[in-house]
């Protein structure tokens, strides 16, 4: 108690410090007064700043797990003589130039060719870095490698934002980043869980789409009808239903658009419907797996194969119908949840109706299962 | 002007901040109860009430921080959910969930049946999510 003797009296008798509540606190409300007039600005660029900084640790540590796990998949799964760890963060930094879009005409297929090269490319390296894996195996590589490859660009845009704000120390520039980090770090986390589903090989809630097409063409032989992508001809309510699906259980979406052509084609046009089905966002509020039916082709990405189907479509006047499961962006690239599974089940029916109500007995009819079938034969 | 993010450095000298901040907390609280048990000191009670003030803040504050700094840390980590799946038998109808194992996939044809040893089939892999409480708004 000697120490905490000292301390008092040094504080009371020696600095004679001023003992009157009211004095120190209106000295103290001046000076933080003066503090945020002159530097709150300042002050509020620096929480932000440090919001930042501690999200971006964050997608550091994501991004290293994430390259972790990779190699060691390669490793396990690839049996590779030498490291693969070099290879990967070679291909980290892999990007892609899309077409020059100041005449737009046939950019589609342009697009085409450059994903098309780009795919290849993506394949020859996990051939090279993992010899011993199977083909399911090395699609379910390359869609690991694609999440990392994802995290690593995330955290490579954010670290800019965040080291041109210090620099700069411009508001603006940190308050952007700022501002759209909750869902920035959403996504980065969604690919996270999505980075792990792939290297296990487990379906995702993007292959809802792929689920219902392979429910309905079971037992049925299914021949390849395009690259990467089987159809199965099925009886169904009295009808005949070709039932288009990536080829599974590897990670793969496969190329629908050329599938659907196909079989167009070798129906001379004579189609009376096609219905697609796929994952799509749903917004907050809505429940996950909930199921909605519209008109339009529902398949994501680039627009090649939208493109593709769509063109087909008004050539032979071919009325397409969608069919829609609900899940937002953590549900869609992590393991699929069993509401999205159930809601298959539930889309079925909903082909059913779709199927009796706008289709004639004895009609030939395109049901499409569109998304990535990991983990779905 | 290289600047590098490493998360590993900011626990430690967080650490030796709040360790800092409660000591001062503790020395504040433990004056004011010396100026308190000691009325010959020419202090008022009144300071004593204002260290006091002070040191719990402090102590509240530090506290506060330790705790924020932990959730991090527990965030920090990439969750993985337990996937199941369900093994169905062909022949007798007989359903089973385990574990999910590399290699499952839905449709695939698995193990002998527990029951009847016919041929059984992967018809689900899903993962169950406990939803937490979310702000509703009627439809």
Redesign the interface.
């Known amino acids: 108690m000697d120490i905490v003797a000292f301390i008092t009296t040094f504080n009371f008798q020696l600095l004679q410090i001023p003992t009157d509540i009211q004095t120190i606190l209106s000295v103290l409300f001046y000076v933080v007064f003066g503090i945020f007039l002159f530097y709150g600005q300042r002050i509020q660029m620096y929480i932000m700043i440090r919001e930042v900084q501690g999200s971006l640790y964050r997608l550091k540590y994501i991004k290293d797990e994430g390259r972790k796990i990779t190699v060691e998949t390669i490793k396990e799964i690839g049996k590779p003589q030498t490291d693969p760890a070099t290879r990967v963060d070679r291909l980290l930094d892999y990007f892609t130039i899309t077409p020059q879009n100041l005449d737009p005409a046939g950019i589609v297929w342009k697009l085409e060719h450059i994903l098309d090269v780009r795919d290849e490319r993506m394949k020859d390296e996990v051939k090279t870095m993992a010899p011993a894996a199977d083909e399911t195996q090395r699609n379910n590589l390359e869609n690991t490698l694609e999440a990392e490859m994802a995290l690593n660009y995330i955290y490579k845009v954010i670290r800019h934002f965040y080291l041109l704000g210090k620099k700069t120390l411009s508001l603006y520039i940190i308050m952007q980043i700022q501002m759209i980090l909750p869902l920035i770090m959403r996504e980065a986390e969604a690919y996270a869980s999505a980075l792990k589903a792939f290297a296990y090989g487990q379906p995702i809630g993007d292959g809802a789409g792929a689920l219902v097409a392979a429910k309905l063409s079971i037992g049925y032989e299914k021949r390849k009808v395009a690259k990467d992508c089987t159809v199965a001809t099925v009886p169904f309510e009295g009808r005949t239903a070709f039932v288009i699906k990536a080829e599974g259980p590897g990670g793969n979406v496969g190329k629908p658009g050329d599938a659907i052509k196909t079989i167009i084609e070798e129906n001379n046009g004579k189609i009376a419907n096609v219905i697609m089905i796929d994952a799509a966002m749903k917004l907050e509020g809505e429940p996950v797996g909930e199921v909605s039916e519209g008109t339009g082709a529902a398949i994501g990405g680039p627009g090649v194969d939208q493109f593709k189907i769509e063109e087909e479509l008004v050539k032979y006047h071919i009325p397409v119908n969608a069919v829609i499961i609900k899940e937002d962006i953590g549900d869609a690239v992590s393991p699929m949840r069993k509401e999205i599974f159930d809601a298959a089940d539930k889309a079925i029916e909903r082909i059913k109706q779709v199927v009796l109500e706008r289709t004639k007995e004895g009609d030939k009819l395109i049901i499409a299962g569109i998304g990535n079938t990991i983990g779905i034969a | 002007?290289q600047?590098n993010?490493e998360?590993q450095k900011?626990p430690a000298r967080a650490l030796l901040i709040i360790l800092v901040v409660v000591a001062l907390s503790l020395?504040a609280i433990?004056?004011a109860?010396?100026?308190l048990g000691?009325p010959e000191?020419?202090?008022?009670k009144?300071?004593a009430l204002?260290l006091l003030i002070l040191g719990a803040v402090g102590l509240i504050l530090s506290i506060y921080i330790l705790l924020q700094l932990r959730r991090?840390i527990v965030?920090?980590r990439?969750?993985?959910?337990p996937?199941v799946t369900v093994v169905e038998c062909k022949a007798c109808g007989y359903k089973n969930s385990r574990a999910?194992q590399?290699?499952?996939?839905?449709?695939?044809e698995g193990e002998a049946c527990d029951k009847c040893k016919g041929k059984t089939l992967i018809t689900?892999?899903?993962?169950?999510?406990k939803d937490k409480e979310r702000d509703?708004?009627p439809?």
């Open positions: 002007m600047e993010i998360a900011v020395t433990m004056s109860n010396y100026i000691h000191i020419p202090a008022s009144d300071l204002y991090r965030r920090a990439i969750e993985s959910p996937i999910f590399r290699g499952d996939y839905i449709f695939k689900a892999i899903y993962r169950e999510v509703t708004f439809t």
